[in-house]
Structures are given as C-alpha cells and as structure tokens.
Nanobody, 119 residues
C-alpha cells in the first residue's frame, strides 16, 4: 500500500497562486504514475494533472494547461502541483493519488485538501 498526505490548500483570490504538496510513503517503489484529482460540489471527480514516476512525463486537463505545473521528486517521494492564475472554477477539494505498476486505476488516495478561489 502507498500512503499519501497532501498539504498546501487554502483560500486565494482570483489570479493568485497556491502550491499543493503530496508526500508518499510505504510501497513507493510500486508507483507508476501519480496524479492530482479534484472534486467540486455537485461534480464528478476529475483528473487535473498526472506525472510518470519514472520519466517525469506529464498530462494536464485542458482547463489547467499553461496555469498548473506538476512535478515530482523521486528521492524525497514527493509530488507538487503549482497552481497559478487561479480562477473561481478551480475551487474544489484536491486529492493526491497513485497508480501502481500493473494497475490500470488510481488506487491509493490522500485525504484531500480544500482549495477555494474567491472572485
């Protein structure tokens, strides 16, 4: 199992920035991808960004391209999401998640951290 702990959420005004961090522990050698998901009230959880644990290749959903940057530090077993030019539509609970080698789903989850962007 992989344990994940997020930090860094909060309240920010439109156009502001926040940096989310995720610390992984446990069977970190089994991580294939890590991702940031978010869920706004009344909406489904969506994948915002993902990163390959091995080569660092990245994926972003269209609505955050050019504003968010995902990164990882394999030595420290951490992942981050730098969020710039935040918009009220980015308000959600953000979750860190891991997808393990030989798995097709993200099966390990953090507890979530609230991001609120005021207009």
């Amino acid at each position: 199992q992989v344990q994940l702990v997020e930090s860094g959420g909060g309240l920010v005004q439109t156009g502001g920035s926040l940096r989310l961090s995720c610390a992984a522990s446990g069977r970190t050698f089994s991580i294939h991808y890590m991702g940031w998901f978010r869920q706004a009230p009344g909406k489904e959880r969506e994948l915002v960004a993902a990163i390959s644990w091995s080569d660092g290749s990245t994926y972003y959903t269209d609505s955050v391209k050019g504003r968010f940057t995902i990164s990882r530090d394999k030595d420290k077993n951490t992942m981050a999401l730098q969020m710039n030019s935040l918009e009220p539509e980015d308000t959600a609970v953000y979750y860190c998640s891991a997808r393990r080698i030989l798995s097709t789903v993200y099966g390990d989850w953090g507890q979530g951290t609230q991001v609120t962007v005021s207009s």
